[in-house]
């Protein structure tokens, strides 16, 4: 059986926190190698998780392994994907697939190129209440879906390390860290609708203040340079709308990750999983059991590495990410131009 020889790019906490330990526990799968700008961590992970090589160079990396998992800022997810693409290395990079759209089709046309596999970490969808809300979609439990509303809402929690708020390290803040993975839920749930007009606005007054109680570190008000607070509306060429909130520190009660989505026939919210019908003569809600608790990241994993040994079909494709990336991309330009941002003509040669 063919052993996946895996290299890490970026040895930081979502390296360390879930990629690592996840491939671990995959069968066809090794993690052979790290690499980090900073050697000292990336020997500081090699010996916590015992991977055999530590690497001074990407090019060094690149000829020692079949695929790679890039963990590093966003600013570089773009420009190392296409690098271990054009060496024939498949490619798994955390998300958001890049800073730009420009970025994004860069990727793509580099996987295109090389035949290598190319896929983002938007690991939502392997959730369990993510596959059986898809399941359900599918099967006409909701009918032709309405609205689409999510919430991913953090209560005093601006991220307090690392580069979350450098807005040229990371391109944005709250939406492209923590809403695009409710965002690309929500696509991927209904099929890639095509998204037409998008409208919306970002907010950092609050990070900007100094003094700020902050539960996840210290954040520095001068040179906080990204939102923390944001607001968007989509309309879909099927007549759909999706309304999103996404926020690291709103003042609210207690956190809040929510998507619901509203059809003809029913309705449901994904966290928790319940489903909303109209059925004889009765309103009925519905609570599934869930009785296959699979990690995500490892199911992330398991789908890598399949993919990338031709045994299955990735399932977060590059080109669904691109379109997350389109939408937040317009998001942040609505809300600096004060004006509402049209999709049709754009968008036909992004797919």
């Known amino acids: 059986?063919?052993?996946?020889?895996?290299?890490?790019?970026?040895?930081?906490g979502i390296a360390q926190g879930r990629h690592i330990p996840a491939f671990q526990l995959i069968e066809d799968a090794h993690v052979a190698a790290v690499f980090d700008t900073d050697f000292k961590?990336?020997?500081?992970?090699?010996?916590a998780f015992n991977i055999p090589a530590v690497c001074g160079t990407v090019e060094e990396l690149l000829k020692q392994v079949e695929a790679v998992i890039i963990c590093t800022p966003n600013k570089f997810h773009a420009e190392l994907a296409v690098q271990a693409l054009d060496a024939g290395v498949h490619v798994l990079c955390e998300k958001p697939m890049a800073m730009t759209t420009?970025?994004?089709?860069?990727?793509?046309?580099?996987?295109?190129?090389?035949?290598?596999?190319?896929?983002?970490?938007?690991?939502y969808r392997y959730m369990q209440e993510s596959r059986t809300a898809r399941q359900m979609v599918q099967e006409g439990e909701i009918g032709d879906p309405l609205v689409v509303r999510l919430q991913a809402m953090r209560r005093r929690?601006?991220?307090?390390?690392?580069?979350f708020t450098n807005k040229d390290l990371q391109g944005g803040g709250s939406l492209m860290d923590y809403g695009c993975h409710l965002l690309d839920l929500s696509l991927w749930l209904l099929d890639d609708p095509r998204p037409v007009e998008v409208s919306g606005r970002t907010y950092d007054r609050l990070s900007k203040t100094p003094g700020q109680i902050n539960e996840w570190g210290a954040i520095d008000a001068e040179s906080f340079t990204v939102e923390d607070h944001v607001t968007?509306?989509?309309?879909?060429?099927?007549g759909m709308t999706l309304l999103l909130e996404s926020s690291w520190a709103a003042n609210i009660k207690e956190d809040?990750?929510?998507l619901s989505i509203s059809g003809v026939d029913g309705g449901l919210q994904v966290f928790p999983l319940e489903l909303y019908q109209s059925k004889y003569g009765s309103m009925m809600s519905t609570e599934p059991h869930l009785t296959n608790p699979e990690r995500e990241d490892v199911l992330q994993a398991k789908n890598f590495t399949e993919a990338c040994l031709g045994l299955a079909e990735i399932?977060?494709?590059?080109?669904?990410?691109?379109r997350v990336t389109r939408i937040i991309e317009a998001v942040y330009e609505s809300s600096r131009t004060g004006?509402?941002?049209r999709l049709d003509n754009v968008y036909a040669d992004e797919v």
């Not at 059986?1 to 930081?12: P, T, V, Y």
């Not at 509306?233 to 099927?238: A, C, L, M, S, V």
């Open 232 to 238: 968007g509306y989509i309309t879909f060429e099927n």
């Open 102 to 123: 420009a970025e994004c089709r860069d990727m793509i046309e580099a996987s295109e190129r090389s035949g290598a596999v190319l896929t983002i970490g938007y690991h």
């Open 315 to 322: 399932v977060v494709k590059p080109e669904q990410a691109l």
């Open 339 to 341: 004006k509402s941002v």
């Open 41 to 47: 961590k990336a020997e500081r992970a090699a010996e």
């Open 1 to 12: 059986m063919d052993i996946l020889q895996i290299g890490i790019i970026g040895a930081g």
């Open 157 to 163: 929690k601006v991220p307090g390390w690392g580069v």
């Open 256 to 258: 809040k990750e929510e």
